[in-house]
T-cell receptor, first 113, second 108 residues
């Protein structure tokens, strides 16, 4: 298995633009997580899905952020409109019921200028 | 007070030294994870523990559920061990709560 695949690896965009981050979890994993990492706040959970259903989105900062998981093999995190304070590394992770550990993607480094 | 506290925040060691990183948590958990993140790199899961001790190569992780405390030890440290080590706990559901991380620098 290629692991959790995120794209793009790097994204630089102008304030106000829409940004879409993508994640392909490990096949067979039933939970998917979106995290944001900044120097100031460390790793924060944004949202997680069980069996493609959003379970906890309390970490989503505001309505500008939305996440979808249309099927078991794909998820997106969208920011519209983007702002400079959204600059961070966004990680996707997946697990099978948390029983066997979590696998993280390589992250997307987002810079909003 | 954060639910997961790590200490120290930063640690510098000479190559070959024994390193210990501590993690304390305040909630009931079903599992505790130790993660490693190299500079500019992704996050790798090192251990998942629910009791006792696990060993992988030069890394040892222990957990004391009663005391709500875990330690990660690195024996015979090497410059390639330089990274941020993150403790994370799994409480309700599959959600992880993270500590602030310990930045380790091993000098040759």
């Amino acid at each position: 298995d290629a692991g959790v695949i995120q794209s793009p690896r790097h994204e630089v965009t102008e304030m106000g633009q829409e940004v879409t981050l993508r994640c392909k979890p490990i096949s067979g994993h039933n939970s998917l997580f979106w995290y944001r990492q900044t120097m100031m706040r460390g790793l924060e959970l944004l949202i997680y899905f069980n069996n493609n259903v959003p379970i906890d989105d309390s970490g989503m900062p505001e309505d500008r952020f939305s996440a979808k998981m249309p099927n078991a093999s794909f998820s997106t995190l969208k920011i519209q409109p983007s702002e400079p304070r959204d600059s961070a590394v966004y990680f996707c992770a997946s697990t099978y019921r948390g029983h066997y550990g979590y696998t993280f993607g390589s992250g997307t480094r987002l810079t909003v200028v | 007070k954060n639910e997961v506290e790590q200490s120290p925040q930063n640690l510098t060691a000479q190559e070959g030294e024994f390193i210990t990183i501590n993690c304390s948590y305040s909630v009931g958990i079903s599992a505790l994870h130790w993660l490693q993140q190299h500079p500019g790199g992704g996050i790798v899961s090192l251990f998942m523990l629910s009791s006792g001790k696990k060993k992988h190569g030069r890394l040892i992780a222990t957990i004391n559920i009663q005391e709500k405390h875990s330690s990660l030890h690195i024996t015979a440290s090497h410059p390639r061990d330089s990274a941020v080590y993150i403790c994370a706990v799994k409480a309700a559901g599959n959600k992880l709560t993270f500590g602030g991380g310990t930045r380790v620098l091993v000098k040759p």
